[in-house]
């Protein structure tokens, strides 16, 4: 049975057309995708040892994650293998051995000749210092990355419990779970019955139970300073509230499905777990997460979601990216893979906090930008979110699949730069004029998500924005206000104060018979493609609507990414509505020669390939099919790339450096 819709078999068809000439060379060059999901390193379901590119990479048993404090370094303890196994994250995740030899042993040492037996647990002290639970040994041994030797940290000991026992007389047996908590150097480990904690500072070792609470301790995490602790009986969480060296008490916190593999993450926490719901989030406001591939969660003929989980036999990891908010890291023992996932709270589109009531339709990115990862803003009316007939499928929106595009070919390429594309948009009307919002918007969310490049999608269309001149008080930047003003809309049209241009062009209006003379309220101005078709109120309107734009453009000239370079803006004239395409297409470019602002006019590749795509718009409004939405997220790489808009630095694609159009 073919699960796939007939629009996505089009598309699969189309990629592997694509790909074909590309798979020979792809053994030396590819990336891992930067996506919501995808393959941090292994070869699926083959135990083994190599090192090497991330797909071809094999583990024996993987069953320990760390990273790095600077996010570079995925540590896996890779039991069957008796080897600490090391993932560089920012070069290509490629796989290399950090330490052992493969023999099963106890010998400490130079790193590389020192023997392991069964490494099972692991996480890092400080950047340049890890602990691993030698499983097979029954110790806890340090890994100094600095100095490149391995140490035993305690045992080989007797299995006493008590307080303040020196570490040689450890011996741990049955861990299920360990944690590092830095607000008091020290090491929390899990066994049946009991909670070990280490004192590193002191090189004491005790034991602490709760009978009551949580007579069977098991997941481990440490957040805001604080330890949090699962019990397997029960599933109940709790926070332990204590002082350094004692037991304190727990604070309950909820009642979940048991897990022994928690993390945590900025204010939440999650676990792990199996099957459909693969990872949960606890706190706050629990729920689990579902999986999105780049065309959504997918359905089955019948209707019914799929199944859009790994796969995963035995998920026995999960390791939080310190540096990467919401990014997740899971090892499955059984299948021997490593998978990356994020939580961008996929089920519903974001609106923006504090931008409520503007339908910004986005996912929850977190606000730092990831490592190598260049964002785009594309910023538009409700043309960049909706989908005539499937409104829900945010993620097949162009913003969406520009994303993916960029991805996908950027892996493809072996590009050592990630992509990111988010979206702000709104209905065009008089609450929202959609020329006028972006210069009060556009520049938060700029500073907010660290944009790179800002770019304004200008669809030919109806409403007359410019009535915004006349609706709202002018600012002092000669600019209607952000929102609407009940007691201006309340004086009578003949005493409001108007802008020296808007009030020329309502005389061209009146003397072109557009307006009504003497003005009467309500205010009912003609339509913009209207107004454009008179040759002799161009140019003002040109003026007026480019007024906003020109002034967004050098706001965000005075802007800079953390890449060091000021944020771009560009508009790409877009008309795929069955609207007046010259008239559109003249005020546009006038709007952008004007305000000096960089310009991409699409109308040629749009009127030369549409008829292979239509149908592409609905009738009235002319909101996009989702396949226009594939159909413009094309467009639009090929634009970047060719532009030189983006760091395109793929080891087989070369980045263009044409001159931007004026």
């Known amino acids: ?16 057309l694509l790909l074909l000439p590309a798979l020979p060379a792809l053994s030396q ?15 699926h379901g083959e135990a083994g040892f190599r090192d090497g590119p991330f797909w071809s990479a094999r583990f024996n048993g993987p069953s320990g994650l760390a990273v790095s404090p600077n996010g570079r370094l995925l540590l896996v303890a890779d039991k069957n293998n ?25 010998k400490d040492g130079p790193k590389a000749e020192a023997t392991w037996n069964k490494p099972s647990l692991i996480a890092f002290l400080s950047p340049d210092k890890v602990v691993v639970l030698d499983s097979g040994n029954r110790c806890l041994r340090t890994l100094n990355l600095a100095s490149g030797t391995v140490s035993t940290l305690t045992g080989p000991g007797k299995d006493p419990k008590g307080t303040d026992l020196p570490f040689k007389d450890l011996m741990l047996e049955s861990v299920t ?106 706190l706050p406001k629990p729920r689990p997460l579902r999986r999105v591939s780049p065309y959504g969660f997918g359905k089955a003929l019948g209707g019914d ?9 035995r998920p026995c990891a999960l390791a939080a990216s310190p540096t990467e908010e919401r990014r997740f890291f ?36 977190p606000a730092a930008k990831p490592h190598k990862t260049f964002r785009i803003l594309l910023v538009g009316t409700s043309y960049l979110y909706f989908m005539s007939g499937d409104e829900d499928s945010y993620w097949l929106s162009v913003t969406k699949q520009l994303e993916n595009d960029l991805s996908l070919r950027a892996a493809l390429d072996g590009s050592d730069t990630n992509y990111e594309v988010m979206g702000i948009s709104c209905h065009s009307g ?158 546009w470019t006038q709007l952008a020669r004007t305000q000096a602002i960089p310009f991409s006019d699409l109308t040629a590749p749009i009127a030369g390939l549409r008829p292979a795509y239509d149908p592409l718009t609905e009738g009235g409004h002319g909101h996009f099919y989702t396949q226009a939405h594939y159909f413009l997220s094309e467009i639009f790489f090929h634009e970047l790339v060719q532009e030189g808009l983006i760091p395109w630095k793929g080891t087989r694609t070369p980045s263009s450096k044409a001159k931007s159009r004026p």
């Open 1 to 16: 049975m073919n699960l796939l819709t007939p629009s996505l078999r089009s598309r699969a068809a189309q990629w592997v």
């Open 29 to 43: 060059e590819l990336s891992p995708i930067h996506h919501f999901s995808g393959l941090t390193a292994g070869s």
């Open 82 to 106: 008796h080897r600490i196994r090391c993932v560089d994250l920012w070069q290509r995740n490629r796989v290399s051995t950090l330490s052992g030899t493969g023999e099963v042993g106890q």
């Open 177 to 282: 779970a360990m944690v590092f908590l830095p607000e008091e150097n020290s090491l929390f480990l899990s066994v049946p019955g009991s909670l070990w904690y280490l004192d590193l500072d002191r090189s004491l070792g005790s034991s602490f139970s709760y009978p009551s609470q949580a007579p069977q301790p098991s997941g481990l995490a440490a957040q805001g300073g604080r330890l949090c602790l699962m019990d397997e009986s029960t599933g109940k969480l709790f926070w332990r509230n204590a002082k350094k060296g004692e037991a304190g008490t727990l604070e309950e916190a909820g009642t979940f499905t048991a897990s022994r593999n928690l993390a945590a993450t900025g204010a939440a926490l999650y676990s792990l777990g199996s099957g459909k719901t693969l990872l949960t989030r606890l």
């Open 305 to 313: 979601p799929l199944d859009q989980g790994f796969e995963l036999v």
């Open 330 to 365: 899971i090892c499955d023992e059984d299948r021997n893979v490593i998978y990356t996932c994020v939580d961008y709270d996929f089920a519903m589109p974001l609106r923006e906090p504090g931008l409520t009531p503007w339908k910004t339709r986005d996912y929850d990115y």
């Open 430 to 587: 008089e609450e929202f004029p959609p020329l006028l919002w972006p210069y009060y918007r556009v520049p938060e969310i700029v500073k907010r998500y660290d944009i790179d490049l800002v770019l304004y999608v200008a669809v030919p269309q109806s409403h007359p924005s410019y009535e915004a001149y006349y609706k709202r008080p002018i600012g002092p930047e000669g600019l209607p206000t952000n929102d609407l003003d009940p007691e201006f809309n309340l004086t009578p049209f003949a005493e409001r104060s108007l802008d020296p241009l808007a009030e020329r062009f309502l005389e061209k209006l009146k003397k072109a018979g557009m307006i009504q003379v003497p003005v009467q309220e309500p205010l009912n101005f003609p339509e913009f493609q209207t107004v454009l078709e008179k040759p002799s109120l161009r140019e003002d309107l040109v003026a007026l609507m480019g007024r906003p734009m020109g002034l967004l453009n050098k706001k965000l000239q005075g802007m800079t990414s953390s890449s060091g370079k000021p944020v771009g803006l560009r508009i790409l004239f877009t008309p795929l509505t069955r609207r007046d395409i010259p008239s559109f297409q003249d005020f």
